[in-house]
């Protein structure tokens, strides 16, 4: 059975950090990727990086959505048993529910329907 446990959510204020970390049990394929969603109040979940591990050059490599490029960042540990999102320069319009997923393979980065996991949620608020 695979479980996903996000944690590190909270409040902060505008221009702050927080750290995410998804620990990542039972997915035992040896093509995965874990990644990190959000979904704020009234909006569609959207998809901010991803990481993939397996064969291949782009194995640890974190991508990226356009919209945290340079101020979020991926890494990993054992391999994707655990994985974080340093969430750096926070802004009020970061609010919102984050979401770990994985899937075995790789791929559609940030396709939701390509994930077959999902963890519960984190909650992280920033205010002005």
């Known amino acids: 059975q695979v479980q996903l446990v996000e944690s590190g959510g909270g409040s902060v204020e505008a221009g702050g950090s927080l750290r995410l970390s998804c620990a990542v049990a039972g997915l035992t394929a040896a093509v995965k990727t874990v990644a990190w969603f959000r979904q704020a109040p009234g909006k569609e979940r959207e998809g901010m990086s991803a990481?993939?591990?397996?064969?291949?050059?782009?194995?640890?490599?974190?991508q990226y959505d356009d919209s945290v490029k340079g101020r979020f960042t991926t890494s990993q540990d054992n391999g994707g048993d655990t994985v974080y999102l340093q969430m750096n320069s926070l802004k009020p319009e970061d609010t919102a529910m984050y979401y770990c997923?994985?899937?075995?393979?790789?791929?559609?980065?940030?396709?939701?329907?390509?994930?077959?996991?999902w963890g519960q949620g984190t909650q992280v608020t920033v205010s002005s």
């Open positions: 990481m993939y591990f397996g064969l291949g050059f782009s194995s640890g490599i974190p």
């Open positions: 997923a994985a899937k075995a393979g790789g791929g559609d980065w940030f396709g939701l329907n390509s994930y077959h996991y």
